[in-house]
């Protein structure tokens, strides 16, 4: 297997295609925004369309599972034959379009028991409902500013679960779910899990409209709906365990076999049951695994699970992981602080806000000058809350006596490595501390958003523990440009490469407890011709770049690779593989649309050694160039422009703040050389290693790649902002004068 | 009060003659009577009121034109003992009765023609630093008072932008001489002050264009009690139905009605009330269904007010399924009922109509109007229809009252934890908040009281600040979603400063004492527990008062939003009867409809009899009301088969389901019609004067045409329609219209024109049945009995 080759100078270096804010058009990339039907039963086969974008030369689709596969049926049309082999656990995986432009974004992708049906277009009156039988789930799209119709059969005091998934599988529909008898007379409506529980009081027929909040439609807006005779859980308590195997829970929700009733009702005003399971008796899934969880869920481990009820798996759910001691339940009667429950440290207790205005306190013993983390996670589970604590510290000293340090109010988390495009700022509360002196730490936990409602869904885990260094790591792919015109959208993201191209993914650190050094990044599964470019991220940073580059791939690929981070922590190297991530949407404008990110189960690659990158920028000799602070730096260059790309174009410096006004290089048609002549001192470099790019509008003629194998003479007209790989130039002081011999 | 004691040169008291008669009614005689004193010249008496002139003793007598008397002993004493004047309880209420301090002249933020005065006198201090100290004291000459310019101005004896408002040598001029003589004094801190105000009678029963003199006593801080009748300032409510004069005699117009006549005196209020009965015969009442009716019929026995007849079915199915579900009855709905044989149908209507969506929604478009939600541009679509439906969802599973007030004034979150935290978003200040929330939930316009004590009422600017310190700790932060917020409770000391003592105070319910708030509860909550506990009820009075007035087009107390002491109720049995209702079923707003649209009281006529033609206030006949813009063009709609199309939401959505006010500015129907822009905590946003510009756009509008001429119109289907003969055809349309059959004359009409011969313009025969039905429907359509809900 190919490891890291070092970026080699003299080598054909390739612009780079890198979506930056600044992007105002890109090359034909695959994108994909929906597959549809979006799931299959098991032992069965199906045939799906795929939309999105650039789709061109379809030559398969990709699972996240192996016995999931896909064959063309029609190319044009980007159809496929996918079949589930019997094997295949029930869960849902991702699904990726790959083709003469790329391997795509993924898509949720399900698989389970039920009978699968395909809902055709039209039934957007009641009269057109289409029916749904028991256990069986049917894939449809919302249609703009009209209700879309189903019907299934209701038996008098047969309960009917029916359960609608959107957003967890990555559509942009928010469901208005509602229950109607056959005259059209409202039963029940949809909560905000998308779930009806209803038991009819007569036997006949219901039907079911399904509608966007704002009334929005199309092929993004697709859905599943469920009509089920298994389980339901609404929540799982605790939310968080110390492992997989030995630990138990209590799941609460709905037609749970061997359940008993909890004495707790959903905010739907139905009664919950309850049932405790190993947790290994579950049926076990990779994240995210169809559970919509926030971006800065990305922190904890955890896995996504279900529970069986004979062949029906019920709705998944996330259970986090946090390894040592099992959590502590919150005992009721702890609203007061001299009623605190006391917590083992390091330790964590998982409770509920419930019922409204709940108001939790807990003491945590603490040891004089240790650092510990105190970390309150709950809309990083995915609930729907605001925690609020109070900390404060108190010593106590042998004789008993207390000293109370003024409390601390924590509202949220700003910290936000991801940036915009994976945004992990969050309510949840975290905080480091020293403890000054033996004693304890008070923590009082409300929810600032629990003031009207009484949800006992509405979990926590609150942990206080020494502070550990490490870190996580999460790759990010900025691939793909925005479209031409746009500067503030966010494109659906892929590592594509041409023979050439160099592509750049952003490494985001998350660094825990007191570790602030630089970490290495490799990547493994890299194939042959594929080469990443030397990438640290250094010593208190959050992030770097690893560029990607095809310099002389050997072959068409198509697969997943692992970004790697090594560290010394202490006294050992340390490794962490970075989790890949996905924009969900593509963004016109981040200012006025919000950005949604997740996991994603694979960071994928693919690369085309029938295309190539238009125009090639190769830096003659090897970098970093050296110059010195008072001098001047030259740089030559050599372009190669492929195909039909024959205007002028005007490079600009990118990426050293002091070299904004630098003048840009006008490079004509059939100019092969050129030299960037930089005057460090009259720009007033600073000294250090700076690392830029050449950026330039290019417009021209794009030729397709052979599309499934067979030539074409297809092109298009582009506009796209390119830029060139990095380039690496040391400033060194200006030497000191010798001093003159006495 | 069985004496008359007069001590001082200057004391006065006015006197009250009653006379009781046959029918044990009383009548006021005060002016009609001749009253002498004996012995003479220890008092003078004018119009019943008695000052004295020398001390003795004596007694008073009333003499009737028929010669009947009754008498009164006197004493006055202390003629010669000139007691200091004191500045605040002396001055300022003439400045007050006079007009000088009103907020018309110098009572104005910047005063008039450089002198200021506070408004009303509500700061005397401020009042006396200014009348001494500005321009060096110039507009008083204490060495000879009557040439200060304070008076040659107010008497007119010097030139004065406000006229002549006091006469030279009266009794006020010679107080403020005195006051002048006196050098000015402002009274010492233990002089009494007024404690409050008593009106006498408190209320009445008055024949039209009878008289009433009031005795307005001020009861002090020492216990003591003085006549201020003659002092206090006087204002009717309805100058229709009564006028008061500054001697306190109210005159009751030539209509019957209910009167209210506030009465100011410093910063204290209070009210005379009159009824003017009809006195028609109150014979043959209809049954009553529920306590309502008994306070109504109560009333129609003491005001002599006949109510109208019951209303029949098809007006009462149109009525009430306009004012609870917003729409026309259907054909169906219509034959339906009217082929319904049952006693209790009536009842049934309106349970079926309570259970359904059309409910919801259309109340939903009222308090989403009310709570203000509103819609600048298209970011801020999610937001409106979240809130929107949160709104309508609410209702629909009859959430209880206050628990809805909870979940908007203690809203946290963000749109997707709470909907309802979009008021927080246009409803943005701490003052906003407030001021919306004491309007909307407790039917209080506070909004004059951020300057100064409120004008007709008790509140003072401490209330104002006390009340808003609920507010004090409400904080937002970015969402995560651009442009979106959440609201939460930041941890804090709950508490604002009064912008007019610049110190802080906590909150305060309103009349109540500050609350004792841990800085980590949240205000707003205790806010909402005070309003469900304050012995005032004006929370429940307020919304049960709303929604009176939401059926029967004018509130128990009106403007509905305007309680105040000086604005009563007409029915105050009926409103706490009400009020006892809606807290006892917990706050359910379903039942408070079923009350109202089930009463007999809803159930009768809008057509007069001979007496009842002009009752504004017995609710002796249902008052018509013209549809609302959005149930006008609905049910516009609804008769020529239209299907609306508003942007982004399904073709036909309902005018009653639009989420928010932004479709006003794309759809000249509905703002021409006043619906409301969604600015105000007001329901008289909403704008239901008729205009020219409405008549014409029924008329003419090109796009009304258009719908009517439309080929999926019933115009077009009436006249494709062969399985009908033209007769069915109008009563299905009248049934559409009105929920009736068409009399006799209007089918005539009706179908003569649908059957007289067609030429086309070359004059041979033609088919004009589809333009004729268009005639038809465009006529209906313009009728008043289309137009209002009656």
Request: charged share 25%.
């Amino acid at each position: 297997m190919n490891l890291i080759r070092l970026f080699r100078r003299g080598a054909v270096v390739p612009l780079i295609y890198l979506a930056v804010a600044q992007a105002i058009g890109q090359l034909p990339t695959a994108r994909m925004t929906a597959i549809f039907p979006m799931g299959c039963q098991i032992g069965a086969e199906v045939e799906v369309q795929v939309h999105g974008a650039d789709l061109d030369g379809a030559t398969g689709l990709q699972f996240s599972h192996p016995g999931i596969s896909a064959e063309v049926t029609n190319v044009g049309e980007r159809k496929f034959k996918v079949r589930v082999a019997g094997g295949v656990p029930a869960g849902v995986y991702e699904a990726r379009f790959a083709g003469a432009l790329g391997f795509t974004n993924s898509r949720p992708f399900v698989v389970s028991s039920l009978v699968e049906v395909l809902s055709p277009d039209g039934n957007t009156t009641r009269e057109t409902a289409i029916s749904l039988g028991v256990n069986s789930v049917i894939n449809g799209t919302a249609v703009s500013r009209q209700p879309v119709w189903f019907k299934v059969a209701a038996i008098k005091g047969q309960r009917l679960l029916l359960r609608v998934s959107a957003a967890a599988l990555d559509s942009r529909l928010n469901p208005v779910v509602l229950l109607r008898d056959s005259d059209g007379e409202r039963l029940a409506r949809g909560n905000d899990a998308g779930l009806i529980d209803y038991t009819p009081a007569a036997d006949g027929e219901c039907l079911i409209q399904i509608h966007d909040a704002s009334y929005g439609g199309g092929t993004e807006y697709f859905f599943r709906l469920e009509n089920s005779a298994g389980p339901h859980v609404d929540f799982v308590s605790p939310p968080v365990v110390s492992s997989f195997t030995g630990s138990e829970v209590t799941l609460y929700g709905r037609n749970l076999p061997g359940s008993k009733p909890s004495g707790l009702k959903a905010v739907d005003g139905l009664s919950l049951e309850q049932l405790t399971v190993k947790i290994s008796e579950l049926i076990h899934g990779d994240r995210p695994g169809g559970v919509l969880l926030p971006a800065a869920t990305v922190v904890l481990d955890g896995g996504v699970f279900r529970l069986a009820k004979g062949k029906i798996a019920s709705n998944p759910f996330f259970v986090g992981l946090i390894e040592g001691k099992s959590p502590a339940i919150e005992q009721g009667d702890n609203e007061t602080a001299d009623r605190a429950q006391t917590i083992p440290t390091p330790g964590l207790v998982a409770g509920r806000f419930f019922p409204a205005r709940d108001v939790d306190c807990f003491r945590f013993p603490i040891k004089k000058d240790e650092v510990y983390w105190l970390e309150v996670f709950s809309q990083r589970l995915g609930k729907k809350t605001n925690p609020y604590v109070t900390a404060q510290l108190i010593g106590v000293a042998k004789d008993g006596k207390e000293s109370p340090e003024p409390a601390k109010e924590f509202y949220e988390i700003k910290d936000n490595p991801g940036g915009r495009e994976f945004n992990i700022a969050n309510r949840d509360v975290s905080w480091r501390f020293q403890a000054k002196s033996d004693g304890y730490c008070r923590v009082i936990a409300r929810d600032l958003f629990n003031q009207v409602e009484d949800d006992p869904g509405r979990g926590y885990v609150v942990t206080l523990n020494r502070e550990r260094p490490g870190f996580r790591l999460l790759a990010h792919p900025r691939t793909v440009p925005s479209a031409l015109g746009s500067t503030k959208a966010i494109e659906l993201m892929v590592t594509h490469l041409r023979k050439g191209t160099t592509l750049p993914v952003q490494i985001i650190a998350l660094r825990e407890g007191d570790f602030n050094g630089p970490i290495r990044i490799s990547i493994e599964g890299l194939p042959e011709g594929v080469n990443l470019h030397p990438c640290e991220i250094r010593a208190r940073q959050k992030s770097a770049t690893a560029f990607l580059t095809a310099t002389e791939p050997a072959a068409s690929f198509t697969g997943n690779i692992r970004f790697v981070g090594k560290a010394v922590i202490g006294d050992r190297e340390v490794a962490q593989v970075a989790r890949p991530t996905a924009t969900v949407h593509r963004v016109g404008d981040y200012d006025k649309e919000p950005v949604f990110s997740r996991l994603a189960k694979g960071s994928a690659l693919s690369v085309n050694v029938d295309d190539t990158e238009p125009i090639q920028v190769t830096v003659v000799g090897d970098d970093p160039f050296t110059g010195l602070i008072n001098g001047k730096l030259t740089i030559p260059l050599k372009f190669k422009r492929t195909g039909e790309y024959n205007e002028k174009i005007n490079f600009k410096v990118y990426g050293i703040s002091q070299l904004q006004k630098f003048p840009e290089l006008a490079v004509n048609k059939d100019q092969t050389e050129a030299s960037l002549e930089i005057d460090l001192a009259k720009f007033k470099v600073p000294a250090g290693q700076h690392t830029f790019q050449l950026a330039a509008t290019i417009k021209g003629k794009y030729q397709f790649p052979p599309l499934n194998g067979k030539k074409t003479d297809k092109k298009k007209d582009v506009t796209f902002q390119s830029f060139s790989p990095p380039i690496v130039v040391e400033v060194k002081p200006a030497p000191e004068p010798a001093k003159k011999k006495k | 009060m069985n004496r008359v004691t007069l001590k001082g040169a200057d004391a006065r008291q006015q006197l009250l003659v009653v006379q009781t008669l046959g029918d044990g009614s009383v009548a006021d005689q005060t002016r009609e009577v001749a009253l002498t004193a004996e012995p003479a010249g220890l008092v003078r008496i004018t119009d019943g009121l008695v000052e004295s002139l020398a001390n003795g003793s004596g007694v008073i007598t009333a003499r009737n034109p028929t010669g009947e008397t009754a008498s009164i002993p006197f004493e006055v004493n202390a003629v010669s003992s000139e007691k200091p004047v004191n500045f605040h309880n002396s001055i300022v209420p003439l400045f007050t009765k006079h007009g000088c301090n009103s907020g018309g002249c110098h009572g104005k933020a910047s005063g008039q023609n450089g002198f200021k005065l506070s408004l009303l006198g509500f700061e005397p201090q401020e009042d006396y630093e200014y009348l001494l100290r500005e321009a060096r004291g110039r507009r008083m000459f204490p060495a000879a008072p009557e040439r200060s310019l304070l008076l040659l101005k107010a008497s007119g004896q010097l030139p004065h932008g406000g006229g002549s408002r006091i006469d030279a040598g009266s009794f006020d001029y010679k107080a403020i001489v005195k006051w002048l003589r006196q050098g000015m004094p402002y009274g010492k801190p233990s002089d009494p002050s007024v404690e409050a105000i008593e009106v006498h009678p408190p209320e009445r029963i008055m024949k039209p264009d009878a008289r009433q003199q009031l005795v307005v006593l001020a009861r002090m801080t020492d216990g003591s009690v003085e006549d201020i009748t003659h002092s206090a300032v006087y204002e009717a409510n309805n100058r229709e139905y009564a006028e008061a004069d500054n001697t306190g005699l109210v005159t009751a117009g030539g209509d019957s009605g209910e009167i209210a006549v506030m009465v100011r005196y410093q910063d204290k209020a209070s009210v005379f009330r009159a009824s003017i009965p009809f006195g028609a015969p109150v014979d043959n009442l209809p049954a009553g269904r529920n306590f309502v009716d008994d306070f109504i019929f109560a009333k129609w026995k003491q005001a002599g007010m006949p109510p109208s007849e019951m209303a029949g079915d098809s007006t009462y199915l149109r009525r009430v399924i306009l004012d609870i579900a917003g729409r026309l009855p259907t054909v169906a709905e219509v034959k339906s009922f009217l082929d319904d044989p049952a006693p209790d149908k009536r009842q049934r209507v309106v349970e079926r109509l309570l259970r359904s969506e059309e409910y919801a929604e259309y109340f939903a478009n009222k308090w989403s109007a009310l709570l203000r939600n509103k819609r600048a541009n298209g970011a801020q679509l999610r937001t409106t229809l979240a809130f929107y439906d949160w709104i309508k969802e609410s209702l629909y599973n009859n959430k209880p009252y206050d628990q809805f007030v909870r979940e908007i004034l203690a809203a946290s979150g963000g749109i997707d934890q709470s909907p309802a935290s979009a008021w927080f978003k246009q409803v943005s200040s701490q003052q906003a908040q407030m001021e919306d929330a004491a309007q909307l939930f407790l039917g209080t316009r506070l909004k004059c009281a951020q300057c100064h004590h409120h004008p007709f009422e008790k509140w003072s600017q401490n209330d104002y600040y006390r009340f808003m310190a609920f507010f004090s700790r409400v904080s937002k932060a970015p969402s995560g979603r651009p442009g979106e917020e959440i609201v939460f409770h930041r941890a804090g000391v709950a508490q604002v400063t009064n912008k007019k003592t610049n110190k802080p105070v906590k909150p305060a319910g309103l009349g109540s004492g500050e609350l004792k708030i841990a800085p980590v509860d949240d205000p707003r909550h205790r806010l909402v527990d005070w309003m469900r506990e304050d012995p005032s009820r004006l929370f429940s009075k307020t919304l049960v008062n709303r929604y009176w007035k939401h059926f029967f087009g004018r509130g128990l107390v009106d403007p509905e939003d305007d309680f105040r002491s000086t604005n009563p109720p007409t029915h105050p049995g009926l409103l706490d009867a009400l009020a006892d209702h809606f807290e006892k079923t917990g706050y359910d707003l379903k039942s408070l409809v079923r009350v109202i649209a089930t009463s007999t009281t809803y159930q009768l006529s809008s057509v007069p009899n001979g007496h009842n033609a002009k009752d504004m206030h017995y609710f002796s006949r249902f008052q018509p009301k013209r549809l609302t813009a959005e149930v006008l063009y609905d049910s516009l709609n609804d008769l020529i088969l239209a299907r609306s199309n508003f942007g982004g939401l399904p073709v036909g959505t309902r005018a009653v389901c639009l989420p928010d006010n932004s479709y006003n500015s794309s759809n000249y129907f509905l703002s021409v019609f006043g619906r409301p822009d969604s600015s105000s905590a007001c329901e008289c946003e909403r704008s239901q004067e008729a205009s020219l510009a409405q008549s014409l756009h029924l008329f003419n509008a090109k796009n009304i045409h258009e719908q009517l001429a439309h080929k999926d119109g019933r115009a077009a289907r009436l006249a494709a329609d062969k399985g009908q003969d033209h007769a069915a055809k109008i009563n299905s349309l009248y049934y559409r219209a009105f929920a009736r059959l068409p009399r006799r004359e209007e089918a005539d009409v009706a179908l003569a024109y649908l059957t007289r011969e067609a030429t086309d313009k070359e004059g041979k025969p033609a088919d004009k049945t589809k333009e004729r039905y268009e005639d038809i429907l465009w006529a209906l359509a313009n009728t008043k009995e289309f137009l209002f809900n009656h």
